[in-house]
């Protein structure tokens, strides 16, 4: 081996783990944003996706008349929409309502999806 061969071997190798390196940077992949599952999209409005689910989960025992009416009565959108923030605590937060029944994860999404969007009719 003549004395020039192992230093060229170290720098070689050198450039090698360096090049390797500014490669495995630059193929780094994009952190992905995960898609929210149940997000019914733009048309997410009381009547299409919060006054079904409402009068076959909650209008039971919560129509005018039914046994939990003194609680809140579920009488259409304003009906909701005055009480949202005690709704939204019973529904997404303690998860107390419905009673004798839960809401499915994707439901829950579009609720949620639903008061955030700011109510749209
Ligand atoms: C099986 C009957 C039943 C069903 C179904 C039901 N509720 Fe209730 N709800 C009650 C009763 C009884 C009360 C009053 C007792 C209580 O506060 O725990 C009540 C209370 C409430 C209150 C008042 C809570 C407060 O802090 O004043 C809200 C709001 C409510 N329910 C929303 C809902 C919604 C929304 C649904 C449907 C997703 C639903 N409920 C389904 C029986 C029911």
């Not at 192992?6 to 992949?29: H, N």
């Not at 929210?36 to 008349?65: E, I, K, M, N, W």
């Amino acid at each position: 081996m003549s004395k020039y061969t192992s230093p060229l071997i170290v720098i070689v190798i050198s450039f090698f783990f360096l090049f390797s390196c500014t490669k495995k940077q630059a193929e780094e992949p994009k952190p992905i944003t995960p898609e929210v599952p149940g997000t019914p999209g733009a048309s997410g409005t009381y009547a299409t996706v919060v006054d079904p689910l409402f009068q076959t989960r909650c209008a039971g025992c919560h129509a005018p008349g039914k046994r939990a009416a003194g609680a809140w009565t579920f009488n259409g959108y304003s009906s909701v929409n005055a009480n949202a923030d005690k709704i939204k605590q019973v529904v997404l937060v303690s998860k107390t309502m419905p009673i004798g029944g839960t809401l499915t994860a994707a439901e829950l999404q579009s609720l949620k999806d639903w008061f955030d969007k700011g109510m749209p009719q």
